[in-house]
């Protein structure tokens, strides 16, 4: 399979990809007293922009190990599973969560190597984890539910859609690759695989400050920022981050997904994709429909700003998804 030649407008995008030094280095002065966060017991709970989440521990075994999950919930009703991508965790969709919860039970969950999920070694393959995610939602009873996903979440939602078709209702699946790829628009692969050698990962709040401000492209509220920072500085993340990249690479996921994934999608799609997006040009999205066939129904929808939009854009990506949500799963 070849790679899907960049657009001008991307190539102009992505030819100052890393942050400069001085940029971080203002952002680092911003966030110096950041302190770490005291980890949460089940059953905690805080208040969030109105709404009440409650923060879960789930322990499930693994392969051949026991994985203790991590996620939050807020609301009642139709089940809205969240997944989270780098470098981040649930708190990525806390505004999400609280504007819906009043109409939907709202489940963000900590991807495992993340915030306060296992950390522990075991099977981080995309298709490994996100069996084990799914045996998660088994367990606290959601037979059927929509996915909302973004980044390296959205690699592990890929592969729930396609190994369990009947257990999603709707697919909302944000920034990440799809059905065309350059590598150009993953420099980070290689450097997260050498993060346990290079160091990339060994000052939490410098790696989330620089990726931050290399891939958004609106401010992100600081009170939003100080949290991130926070979640993701748990001990132990960053050893575990790293193993995805080791256990893959976005090429062979890239491969994996149109070779065999999307042809087992078989639930409605919509792609929530920042406009600006640094690592996914807009221009990979308008052709789409050809290439997944069994989906019932697909369509893109785009928020204003970066590849951060649910923190870059938090009331408009609410209002989209609201809007999403409230569609027949059967409807085009």
Known sequence: MTYTELPDRALKAITDFVSPDD?????????????PRPADEDGDTEEIDGAVFTHRFVDLPG???????????????????????????????????????????????????YGQSEKGRGDYSQAGASEQMFDLLDAIGLNQFTLVTHDRGTAQGDHIV???????????????????????????????????WSGLLEDPKRFVIWSYSSIAERPVADEDMRRVIQEFSYPGIN???????????????????????IPRWSCPVT??????????????????DEHLPNVPSLDVRYISGGHFWPLESPDEASAVLREVLRRPTSGS
């Open 63 to 113: 392969d051949q190990e026991t994985v203790r999950w991590h996620y939050v919930e807020a609301g009642s009703g139709e089940p809205v599973v969240f997944i989270h991508g780098m470098p981040d965790s649930w708190f990525m969709w806390h505004h999400q969560m609280a504007a819906l919860s009043d109409s939907y039970r709202c489940i963000a969950i900590d991807l495992k190597g």
């Open 271 to 288: 792609l929530m994709q920042g406009w600006d997006s640094r690592t996914q040009p807009r221009e990979f999205f308008a052709d789409l």
């Open 239 to 261: 050893r575990a981050v790293p193993r995805y990249a080791m256990a893959s690479s976005f090429r062979k996921e890239w491969l994996e997904r149109r070779r065999d994934l």
């Open 162 to 196: 396609a190994a369990h078709p009947t257990r999603v209702r709707h697919y909302v699946r944000g920034e990440g690759h799809l059905y065309h790829f350059n590598p150009l628009l993953a420099p980070h692969d290689e450097l997260i695989a050498e993060a346990p």
């Open 23 to 35: 940029v971080v280095a203002e952002c680092l002065a911003r966030f110096a007293d950041v302190a």
